[in-house]
């Protein structure tokens, strides 16, 4: 298994309100994304680094490979680049 795991710093405006859109855009996908087991997003308890971040577990590399690619992700996909400001990833097997 395979652990994804994304920090992200959004930009000021909307913050509040766009986590929570991040947050359901993102966790939506779960159940409807094949070798998708789990996504959840979290705010950071630390806010002076990121402001959110996303935990997904994927079967394999093949399945995280299939997920960005996938269009229901890429659409979530879409709306959270236009709100961060950096991110920073992780995969590692689990």
Same mark, same amino acid.
């Given at each position: *298994?395979?652990?994804?795991? +994304?920090? #992200?710093?959004?930009? $000021?405006?909307?913050?509040?309100? /766009?986590?929570?859109? *991040? ?5 939506? &996908? /779960?159940?409807?994304?094949?070798? &998708? !087991?789990? &996504?959840?997003?979290?705010?950071? %308890? /630390?806010?002076?680094?990121?402001? =959110? %971040? &996303? ?5 394999? @590399?093949?399945?995280?490979?299939? #997920?960005?690619? !996938? @269009?229901? !992700? ?5 709306? +959270? !680049?236009? =709100? *961060? ?7 590692? $097997? =689990?």
């Amino acid at each position: *298994m395979i652990r994804h795991i +994304v920090l #992200y710093r959004l930009k $000021e405006q909307d913050k509040e309100q /766009n986590a929570r859109t *991040m947050k359901e855009k993102l966790e939506g &996908l /779960n159940g409807k994304i094949e070798g &998708l !087991h789990g &996504l959840r997003i979290d705010r950071d %308890c /630390n806010t002076h680094q990121y402001d =959110v %971040c &996303l935990t997904a577990d994927f079967d394999d @590399p093949a399945a995280l490979q299939a #997920y960005k690619k !996938h @269009p229901l !992700h890429v659409a979530a996909s879409d709306f +959270v !680049h236009e =709100v *961060m400001a950096e991110r920073a990833g992780f995969d590692f $097997e =689990v």
